[in-house]
């Protein structure tokens, strides 16, 4: 059974940084796409970054230009990188990684999430 384990979150001062991890254990056919979602109290959660297996990012525009995703395929492992970090960006980091089998059919995975607090 595949599961998803994300690391490095935790409290960070405004305008300071962090680096989210997502490892994978498990036997994982192919990986088609990686994205991280958070989810703030009271709110939906919502895509903050995600990247496809040709290396495609896209962001929510309220993290362009200050967080950055990349993936280690050889290790099957998502990064998201959040620089000059607001208070809004509080939330629940969850990875997610979107699969195929070696039945192609697709199955998606869901990490537990790391808390990532903003504050002085």
């Known amino acids: 059974q595949v599961q998803l384990v994300e690391s490095g979150g935790g409290l960070v001062q405004p305008g300071g940084s962090l680096r989210l991890s997502c490892a994978a254990s498990g036997s994982i056919f192919r990986i088609n796409l990686m994205a991280w979602y958070r989810q703030a109290p009271g709110k939906e959660r919502e895509l903050v970054a995600s990247?496809?297996?040709?290396?495609?990012?896209k962001y929510a525009d309220s993290v362009k230009g200050r967080f950055a995703i990349s993936r280690d395929n050889a290790k099957n492992t998502v990064y998201l990188r959040m620089s000059s970090m607001k208070p809004e960006d509080t939330a629940v980091y969850y990875c997610?990684?979107?699969?195929?089998?070696?039945?192609?059919?697709?199955?998606?995975?869901w990490g537990k999430g790391t808390l990532v607090t903003v504050s002085s």
């Open positions: 997610t990684y979107e699969t195929t089998n070696n039945w192609y059919e697709r199955r998606d995975y």
């Open positions: 990247i496809t297996s040709g290396g495609t990012k």
